[in-house]
């Protein structure tokens, strides 16, 4: 099972940038897709930013052209550029990996975070106004 560490998260600016690293254990993570979720307070885990092992991305609505999913397979690490922050970005994200099913809709595999086991600490962003 891999095991997943987040950092870079702090407080910030509306209006500021973060960069939230994740550095996964085990190799799997190279052939795994991966996704950031965010965490607001009082409110269920959201997939914002997912990534394919070759690097093809899909982004929810809120965050696109402001958040940038990346990962570099030979670190096992991966990251989220985080840009233009506001309040609404407050809370706490995580990353996490599934293996894609050849044929299946992979983002839609990272979209249940009840699915996935093996969930790091996170790290918490607070986005001030």
């Known amino acids: 099972q891999v095991q997943l560490v987040e950092s870079g998260g702090g407080l910030v600016q509306a209006g500021g940038s973060l960069r939230l690293s994740c550095a996964a254990s085990?190799?799997?993570?190279?052939?795994?897709?991966m996704g950031w979720y965010h965490q607001a307070p009082g409110k269920q885990r959201e997939l914002v930013a997912a990534i394919t092992r070759t690097g093809i991305t899909n982004y929810v609505d809120s965050v696109k052209g402001r958040f940038i999913i990346s990962r570099d397979n030979a670190k096992n690490t991966g990251y989220l550029q985080m840009n233009s922050l506001k309040p609404e970005d407050t809370g706490v994200y995580y990353c996490?990996?599934?293996?894609?099913?050849?044929?299946?809709?992979?983002?839609?595999?990272?979209?249940?975070?009840?699915?996935?086991?093996?969930w790091g600490q996170g790290t918490q962003v607070t986005v001030s106004s």
């Open positions: 085990g190799s799997i993570f190279s052939i795994n897709a």
């Open positions: 996490n990996t599934k293996t894609v099913v050849p044929g299946s809709n992979w983002v839609a595999g990272l979209r249940n975070p009840s699915a996935l086991t093996g």
